[in-house]
T-cell receptor, first 111, second 112 residues
Framework: GQQLNQSPQSMFIQEGEDVSMNCTSSSIFNTWLWYKQEPGEGPVLLIALYKAGELTSNGRLTAQFGITRKDSFLNISASIPSDVGIYFCASWMDSSYKLIFGSGTRLLVRP | DAGVIQSPRHEVTEMGQEVTLRCKPISGHNSLFWYRQTMMRGLELLIY????????DSGMPEDRFSAKMPNASFSTLKIQPSEPRDSAVYFC??????????FGPGTRLLVL
């Protein structure tokens, strides 16, 4: 079935460092979504990508939709302690309403 | 907008008891989703409603789980009887016309 593979599983970085994480699949997707989940809260949508090659920024966050449509990456520049959380990529299964999620990248930021 | 509202935020109950989780979707959203999140299995879709009608309940684990959406502003997920393996975080999400989903804060359920 369709699966999203996220890496790395976790990152422990120093405040101020840049962060890069990615999401890959053997299947082609038409949309890539990036969510952040903070401790004790639900996932919050950060960025949505709708076209192959698209590069979109949201403040210090930048995400790209891979040209093969099988991958996406998320970069965070100049990390701060409030960036702590789990970052999930997601997309729709077979162009249906069903969202599938990657296993998440857990980010910890050392002040 | 208040976002998706879920209650209770935390629930601790004993095995065999009935548990009812509640969700108020974002006004104007016509799709509603119930998810379960565990460390082992991540986020799993349990059931999907469109215009208050259950469209896909294939993710509901067992007959002990049931969900209703009596109107556009309210949904419930019921577990009866509850078991320890039901312990998880349950999320409700809503979206306009099956597009981007907005999640509630979740209900943390612990079944002893």
């Amino acid at each position: 079935g369709q699966q999203l593979n996220q890496s790395p599983q976790s990152m422990f970085i120093q405040e101020g460092e840049d962060v890069s994480m990615n999401c890959t699949s053997s299947s082609i997707f038409n949309t890539w979504l990036w969510y952040k989940q903070e401790p004790g809260e639900g996932p919050v949508l950060l960025i949505a990508l709708y076209k192959a090659g698209e590069l979109t920024s949201n403040g210090r966050l930048t995400a790209q939709f891979g040209i093969t449509r099988k991958d996406s990456f998320l970069n965070i520049s100049a990390s701060i302690p409030s960036d702590v959380g789990i970052y999930f990529c997601a997309s729709w299964m077979d162009s249906s309403y069903k969202l599938i999620f990657g296993s998440g990248t857990r980010l910890l930021v050392r002040p | 907008d208040a976002g998706v509202i879920q209650s209770p935020r935390h629930e601790v109950t004993e095995m065999g008891q009935e548990v009812t989780l509640r969700c108020k979707p974002i006004s104007g959203h016509n799709s509603l989703f119930w998810y379960r999140q565990t460390m082992m299995r991540g986020l799993e879709l349990l059931i999907y409603f469109n215009n208050n009608v259950p469209i896909d309940d294939s993710g509901m684990p067992e007959d002990r789980f049931s969900a209703k959406m009596p109107n556009a502003s309210f949904s419930t997920l019921k577990i009866q009887p509850s078991e320890p393996r039901d312990s998880a975080v349950y999320f409700c999400a809503s979206s306009p016309s099956s597009s981007t989903q907005y999640f509630g804060p979740g209900t943390r359920l612990l079944v002893l």
